[in-house]
């Protein structure tokens, strides 16, 4: 049984930094993509971005490029969202899912955490 569980989230000013990370269990780890997913208030849940299960290959939104870094430690079962320069419309629940197989593609996820909520302040 997969389970994957956030934390890291808070409330932040404009500019700021949060990390995010997810810790997983249940199944090899590093056979799978992981990524990072978001749903604000009223909106579709949207893609983030997600890593490959070496942690090599990479994919982000457009809308944050160059802001947000997504690794993971694979002895640790562990992935990571590094959040910089924080706009008030990065607000939402941030959620990590696991794919069902290695390629950090924006679909295909199999299991999902419960979310962490981000509020960044202008």
């Known amino acids: 049984q997969v389970q994957l569980l956030e934390s890291g989230g808070g409330l932040v000013q404009a500019g700021g930094s949060l990390r995010l990370s997810c810790a997983a269990s249940?199944?090899?780890?590093?056979?799978?993509?992981m990524g990072w997913f978001r749903q604000a208030p009223g909106k579709e849940r949207e893609f983030v971005a997600a890593?490959?299960?070496?942690?090599?290959?990479?994919n982000y939104a457009d809308s944050v490029k160059g802001r947000f870094t997504i690794s993971r430690d694979n002895a640790k079962n562990t992935v990571y969202l590094q959040m910089n320069s924080l706009k008030p419309e990065d607000t939402a629940v941030y959620y990590c899912?696991?794919?069902?197989?290695?390629?950090?593609?924006?679909?295909?996820?199999?299991?999902w955490g419960q979310g962490t909520q981000v509020t960044v302040s202008s």
């Open positions: 899912g696991q794919r069902g197989g290695p390629a950090p593609s924006m679909a295909g996820y199999d299991y």
């Open positions: 249940g199944r090899t780890f590093s056979r799978y993509a």
């Open positions: 890593i490959d299960g070496s942690g090599i290959e990479t």
